[in-house]
């Protein structure tokens, strides 16, 4: 069991905040349909094995309980499990796990196809569609969805008083502007250089119900996860994860609501965290999204290109899995942690989801992407 500052840490690490080296090559154009057919067992073994090594010794740094991960391609697709959850269930390849931050990457898509219908200005102030007084500052939309907009993440004493009213009422909604309520930072000045922001995809969800008249919810299942064929994805609180569902042993939560890891902590976090998912989901969203298939590629060539180690609601990871420029995502809590690394010029994307928290995600993700590279020829 965490001890009972867990909750201030998922909530803390709902997202890490590195990234990758600088980079600025656009995504490659429009990838072909993902393939359905099965990675040949006899070759998908070393890929297996990078998970039985995981979960083999779980005290480890690259260790973990549980593990499972998924792999899209053009030519075949892959996925695998191994371990257990918390309560000691074993895992399988669709065993739906909270995703984190991995959900900003559905934020700034809708907010990026907004744009494109002149719906909202990405240009523009945030505080022209959202008046609160973390946009008085007049920070504009790609700011925030670039992480550059002066406003910076919630100080741990703010994820501490959270704790103490989920410790109270674990599966009670949170809205919005009750998360920001805790916000105790100050906010600098627009085009501020880069500091990881969970506050700052809060206000551009609020920013999209606003725009669209419809709970975020209802508009990323239908802009994206549909389009894209995403079956297992759940946008908490509004959705539930689907079944076969991992169980946490989380403090401030208390017991199991439906909720990863409960109702509290999945709607406070709803825009910037909330999203749970099995691994052949987020491979699947990882390969529709920078394979240019659900937004036009000159979008995705703005969400991927950036002076550092964050596009718009993309961490770019250059060379850091030895497997050439990648794009994606990384979320962490004190329950899960998960990386999505997508590689344009080989038309591959891959997901990683740990039952463990707090784990060095980037070097498990490593491991797996120096198995795989044979297999991609």
């Not at 959850?85 to 995703?99: R, Y």
């Not at 704790?163 to 105790?184: G, M, N």
């Not at 497997?323 to 899960?336: F, K, L, V």
Request: charged share 20%; hydrophobic share 40%; proline share 7%.
């Amino acid at each position: 069991m965490r001890k009972a500052g867990a909750a201030m840490l998922l909530l803390a690490l709902v997202g890490c905040s590195g990234g990758g080296s600088t980079s600025t090559t656009p995504a490659a154009v429009g990838f072909p349909n993902p393939a359905t057919e099965a990675l040949d067992p006899a070759k998908a073994k070393v890929l297996q094995d990078v998970l039985a090594k995981i979960v083999a010794f779980p005290d480890s740094p690259a260790g973990a309980r549980g593990a499972t991960a998924a792999v899209i391609t053009d030519k075949w697709a892959w996925s695998g499990a191994a371990g257990k959850d918390a309560l000691g269930t074993a895992l399988v390849p669709t065993t739906s796990m909270g995703v984190a931050s991995i959900t900003k990457t559905f934020v700034a898509s809708e907010v990026m196809l907004l744009a494109k219908a002149k719906k909202i200005d990405l240009d523009a102030p945030l505080s022209t569609y959202v008046k609160h007084k973390l946009t008085a500052n007049n920070a504009t939309v790609r700011q925030h969805l670039s992480m550059t907009s002066g406003v910076q993440d919630y100080r741990p004493e703010d994820y501490l008083r959270m704790d103490k009213v989920i410790e109270a009422a674990p599966s009670r909604h949170w809205t919005p502007e009750d998360a920001l309520s805790y916000d105790s930072m100050p906010v600098g000045a627009a085009s501020s250089p880069y500091s990881y922001s969970n506050p700052s995809y809060v206000l551009l969800g609020m920013m999209i119900e606003k725009v669209t008249g419809q709970p975020l919810a209802t508009v990323l299942r239908r802009d994206l996860a549909a389009p894209a064929g995403l079956q297992h994805a759940a946008f908490q609180d509004a959705e539930k994860p689907q079944p076969p569902a991992a169980q946490d042993v989380n403090a401030a939560c208390g017991k199991p609501d439906g909720y990863l890891p409960c109702r509290a902590i999945a709607s406070l976090s709803a825009a910037n965290g909330g999203m749970a998912a099995d691994a052949p989901t987020i491979a699947r969203w990882g390969y529709e999204l920078y394979g240019d298939r659900v937004l036009p590629a000159e979008l995705v060539d703005q969400m991927t290109t950036g002076d550092g180690e964050y596009g718009l609601g993309t961490m770019l990871f250059s060379e850091r899995f030895g497997i050439g420029t990648a794009y994606g995502h990384r979320g962490e809590s004190s329950d899960h942690t998960c990386v999505l690394v997508v590689v344009p010029e080989k038309k591959v994307s891959v997901s990683l989801i740990l039952a463990d928290g707090n784990k060095n995600v980037d070097g498990v993700m490593a491991e797996l992407t120096k198995a795989l590279q044979p297999l991609l020829g």
